[in-house]
Antibody, heavy 118, light 107 residues
Framework: QVELVESGGGVVQPGRSLRLSCAAS????????MHWVRQAPGKGLEWVAV????????YYADSVKGRLTISRDNSKNTLYLQMNSLRAEDTAVYYC???????????WGQGTLVTVSS | DIQMTQSPSSLSASVGDRVTITCRAS??????LAWFQQKPGKAPTSLIY???SLQSGVPSKFSGSGSGTDFTLTISSLQPEDFATYYC?????????FGPGTKVDIK
């Protein structure tokens, strides 16, 4: 079955960087696009970014463009989110999610918490 | 960007009730609309895509309809495991956007 396991979350100071990882198993990772979605404490879901199966196309939410970068390593079945110049408002649980053939999300990871605080 | 709204923001219902949640897009999105369920402290799960198609393994008590700007999610007979927050999301154009959510709790 599809399994997505995020890691790399933690407490980080404003302005610093962090890299999240999402290890995928149970499917042919290189055939699927992947998303990052985040949820601030007590708030709703916010779509962050998507990367196509081959890594050639990436799209971002306006709120993270230029600071967060999505990437993938198909040889390692792993999705990444490089987070630079972090702000307090980036504090959230970050979920990785698989995209179906039509780019819609069909499976979710369990999430990893990022807290940006001095 | 396309803005998504949901109504109501919350509702109270009883086991066995039929529940309908509405989602509206600020511009036409054809049928590129998905619904997700999230229980407290848990990751979301995927319910519906293409406005009305059930994801694999989702029970048939869930149904979706709509096209263009107006969409609905219906739960035919509410069960205890259905008490959760429901989100719609458009994937017609980037950036993809979620609605603010509808919390369904026990009356």
């Amino acid at each position: 079955q599809v399994e997505l396991v995020e890691s790399g979350g933690g407490v980080v100071q404003p302005g610093r960087s962090l890299r999240l990882s999402c290890a995928a198993s149970g499917f042919t990772f290189s055939s699927y696009g992947m998303h990052w979605v985040r949820q601030a404490p007590g708030k709703g879901l916010e779509w962050v970014a998507v990367i196509w199966h081959d890594g050639d196309n990436k799209y971002y939410a306006d709120s993270v463009k230029g600071r967060l970068t999505i990437s993938r390593d198909n040889s390692k079945n792993t999705l990444y989110l490089q987070m630079n110049s972090l702000r307090a408002e980036d504090t959230a649980v970050y979920y990785c999610a698989r995209a179906s053939a039509t780019v819609v999300i069909d499976n979710w990871g369990q999430g990893t918490l990022v807290t940006v605080s001095s | 960007d396309i803005q998504m709204t949901q109504s109501p923001s919350s509702l109270s219902a009883s086991v066995g009730d039929r529940v309908t949640i509405t989602c509206r897009a600020s511009q036409g999105i054809s049928n590129y609309l998905a619904w997700f369920q999230q229980k407290p402290g848990k990751a979301p799960t995927s319910l519906i895509y293409a406005a009305s198609s059930l994801q694999s393994g989702v029970p048939s008590k869930f149904s979706g309809s709509g096209s263009g700007t107006d969409f609905t999610l219906t739960i035919s007979s509410l069960q205890p495991e259905d008490f959760a927050t429901y989100y719609c999301q458009q994937y017609n154009s980037y950036p993809f956007t979620f609605g603010p959510g509808t919390k369904v709790d026990i009356k």
